[in-house]
């Protein structure tokens, strides 16, 4: 899905908590309305970090794996006035 144009990849490999969600913040206040950012990250509480960040924000979680201790995270931006 990094392909795709309409997703944005941020690399967070190797950063900790809490800048690989002050990372994504930063990224998403750059893009369109309802586009996705994919994040990569390796720190082990990004999963419970992104799920929080997502509901305090009204971005949505819409995919989540993990491979080889790195976790990708696939988040839509939400749609103005959301």
Not at 17 to 37: D, E, N, S
Not at 41 to 58: I, L, Q
């Amino acid at each position: 899905m990094a392909s795709d144009p309409a997703v944005t990849s941020l690399d967070a490999i190797g950063l900790t908590c809490p800048l690989p969600v002050l990372k994504a913040r930063k990224a998403l206040a750059g893009m369109a309305p309802v586009a996705v950012l994919e994040v990569l990250a390796s720190d082990p509480g990004a999963a419970e970090d992104f799920a929080a960040f997502c509901k305090a924000t009204g971005h949505r979680l819409v995919g989540q794996s993990a491979a080889a201790g790195v976790h990708r995270f696939l988040i839509r931006k939400a749609a103005e006035g959301a």
